[in-house]
Each structure stands twice: as structure tokens, then as C-alpha cells.
């Protein structure tokens, strides 16, 4: 059966009732050493970057560990900044739209994260976790709407 038979909606949702709200960022100029500490520290694997304040870039857990593993021993790991080795094709997204859409373009392309704005402005982050989160919860829903139980 088609996973739309199995999950009738009123209303698609949007990505705004699933997005991390308020995501940190970290300024292009941060170092990648200081950048990989602050995604440890909160435990998250990408942060947006920013320019006074504007969204330019995403980077990720894997791209900073790829770049510090090949800095020779010699040289100063303080010297990679985020600008050097974050992504600037990254995808952008309204808060309006709705989750299929970016759930399709997600898979698609292979994308972990997505930069969600607001008039154009940082408003959010959506991630595979996320995602994955976001269909954890409306299969619950769909579960507690058919008077279904747990699953087996």
C-alpha cells in the first residue's frame, strides 16, 4: 500500500513545526578548530554560517574533521576558518513550505540539512534527524487517529 493510503492528512505540514528554531551559527571567520568544539559542546553536526549577521554557508561535523586531518602536523589548525571549508550551494528554504516537498529534495539530492529562513532571515535548521523525528511523530499521529495501538 501507498504510504499515502496508510497516512491520510487534513493539512500537510509545514517545516516550521519541525525545524530546530533558533539554530546557533558560528561566523565564517571562527576558526574550524573552535567551530568543531561549539557543534561538541551543544551537540549538533552542522551549523550555519554567517557574515555580519547573513546567512552564506552550512558546515558540517564531517567537513571539519576531513579538513583538520589534512592540515600537516606543522601547521596551525587555528588557520582553517569555517569560510575555507564550508559549503555555499547549500539549500535554502522558506518556513512555509511544506514538509513533503522538502522531505522529497532532501532525498534527492542527499541532503543532511537544510537552512530554513523567515522574510528571509535565519529562522531554522532541518537535518536527516530531524526528518526522521518529524515522521517518527506523524506516524504516532496517524497511529492515535485510527484508534490503533502501539505498533508490533
Do not use: N, Y
Not at 546557533?24 to 552542522?46: C, G, I, N, P, T
Not at 529534495?105 to 529562513?117: H, P
Amino acid at each position: 500500500p501507498a504510504l499515502q493510503d496508510a497516512l491520510p492528512m487534513k493539512r500537510m505540514p509545514t517545516i516550521k513545526r519541525f525545524m530546530t528554531p533558533f539554530p546557533l551559527s558560528v561566523d565564517v571567520q571562527a576558526s574550524a578548530d573552535d567551530a568543531r568544539a561549539f557543534m561538541a559542546e551543544h551537540a549538533v553536526h552542522h551549523l550555519p554560517a554567517t557574515e555580519d549577521g547573513r546567512l552564506i554557508g552550512m558546515v558540517s561535523e564531517p567537513a571539519i574533521q576531513a579538513a583538520l586531518e589534512q592540515t600537516p602536523q606543522d601547521a596551525d589548525a587555528a588557520d582553517i576558518k569555517v569560510a575555507d571549508i564550508m559549503a555555499r550551494d547549500i539549500c535554502v528554504v522558506d518556513m512555509s513550505e511544506r514538509l513533503d516537498r522538502i522531505l522529497d529534495q532532501m532525498a534527492r539530492e542527499r541532503l543532511d540539512a537544510v537552512a530554513v529562513t523567515r522574510k528571509g532571515k535565519l529562522a531554522g535548521v532541518f537535518t536527516i534527524t530531524d526528518a526522521c523525528a518529524s515522521f517518527a511523530e506523524l506516524l504516532r499521529e496517524q497511529v492515535r487517529r485510527s484508534g490503533g495501538g502501539e505498533a508490533a
